[in-house]
């Protein structure tokens, strides 16, 4: 009997296909080709100079060794303070922990509330990598695809839900969307998984980035709910963290416990200096996040402003977040029937670089970032335009 030399879990995992598309445009630029790049959801701002300044004066004092698997005290007592203040739901540090990045902090949870058979309900348009911890955790990813403009209603997911579900996932600001969800709908899915007795694991990473609208934790309404929810918090898109890898889970402590056990056996801390400059991120950072979010709302402007003069494009105004979903159905035909060779040949032809919608199970549309200055995304605009138009 042969044997693969490679488990079927991982020969069934699908790569990141955002990953994938910043692969390829880096191999271009080695190259010597100059790409717009509208593709990857990384913040274009340097970390702030005060929360270096932290990590700094960190390495200086030597705090360069093991901290406690679930992160020190006092970052974890700072965001049991913010979310108390910002999303209104109390939590001791125990019922915290810090991971790698919000994306370890997913996949632990995912491990340790699931087993083979559950279901997770969730909504699409959505970010990949769920579908694939989900899977990794033995469990059975059921979509609920919205309609555009993506705006949920309770019933998206009251309709998937059957004896099987373990859990629903939650992610507002969306990715791609950019759209929140509405306080009354997030009211009414509390108590769909209260009744339901069904765990809510809220991906909130993108709080921060909001426009218009007041963020409201789903945690938030009732004791009940939030004995139910993990919600996932970080540092990357908010303060433009993304390579000090740091995230945060909060929850009852009898699933987190066991998220930190799992972490000891995996990572073990994340980076004793990141957790430092995280914790000067909470302190110190909101000003350098308003500048931020204003330049990006500037941003965002600017592309719906520029974008509405295109005729063809489905387009709406996300709520926050810095993304834009677009319909480009259109558009396509037998020459270029998916947006994954629309997407491809913009990057040949015009040299910009977007999310085909294929990676959010979305195969007309493609999702562009508006992390790149204004001038970068002028010019990408003018080249996409002249690439609908030459295959209008």
Not at 3 to 15: D, M
Not at 69 to 94: D, F, H, M, Q, T
Not at 99 to 115: E, T
Request: charged fraction near 25%; charge should be positive.
């Amino acid at each position: 009997m042969t044997h693969s030399r490679v488990s079927k879990r991982i020969l069934n995992l699908k790569p990141s296909a955002t990953l994938a598309v910043d692969s390829l445009i880096k191999d271009l630029q080695e190259k010597g080709e100059k790409i717009i790049n509208l593709g990857l959801g990384e913040p274009d701002f340097d970390t702030p100079q005060s929360i270096k300044n932290a990590a700094i004066k960190a390495i200086k004092d030597g705090f360069t060794h093991y901290t406690k698997v679930e992160g020190i005290k006092s970052l974890r007592e700072a965001i049991a303070k913010k979310l108390l203040e910002e999303n209104k739901v109390k939590y001791i540090p125990e019922e915290i922990v810090v991971g790698v990045g919000s994306k370890q902090v997913l996949y632990n949870a995912f491990q340790v509330i699931c087993n083979p058979g559950d279901e997770v309900v969730l909504i699409s348009p959505l970010w990949n990598t769920y579908i694939e911890q989900i899977k990794l955790a033995g469990a059975k990813p059921v979509v609920s695809k919205l309609s555009f403009p993506f705006k949920l209603v309770p019933q998206d997911i009251e309709k998937k839900i059957t004896r099987k579900t373990k859990a629903i996932l939650l992610n507002y600001p969306n990715n791609p969307t950019g759209m929140t969800i509405e306080r009354n709908v997030l009211k009414e899915i509390a108590k769909l998984a209260v009744n339901r007795k069904i765990f809510v694991i809220s991906d909130e990473i993108y709080e921060s980035l909001l426009y218009s609208k007041v963020h409201t934790s789903i945690a938030s309404w009732g004791k009940e709910i939030r004995n139910l929810t993990i919600t996932i918090g970080g540092f990357s898109k908010t303060y433009a963290m993304t390579g000090w890898r740091i995230g945060f889970g909060a929850g009852p402590r009898d699933l987190i416990s066991p998220i930190i056990s799992l972490q000891g056996q995996t990572t073990f801390n994340t980076s004793s200096i990141s957790q430092m400059a995280a914790l000067a991120a909470i302190k110190s950072g909101q000003n350098d996040v308003q500048a931020m979010l204003k330049e990006y709302e500037k941003r965002r402007n600017f592309i719906y402003k520029r974008l509405s003069k295109i005729e063809g494009l489905d387009l709406y105004l996300p709520d926050g977040a810095f993304y834009f979903f677009i319909g480009i159905k259109k558009y396509l035909n037998k020459n270029i029937s998916s947006s994954n060779q629309w997407a491809q040949k913009l990057l040949q032809e015009e040299k910009v670089a977007v999310i085909p919608g294929e990676s959010f199970l979305y195969p007309d549309f493609f999702r562009i970032s508006f992390t790149t200055s204004l001038e970068n995304v002028k010019e990408g605009l003018k080249r996409i335009e002249r690439f609908v138009k030459k295959y209008a």
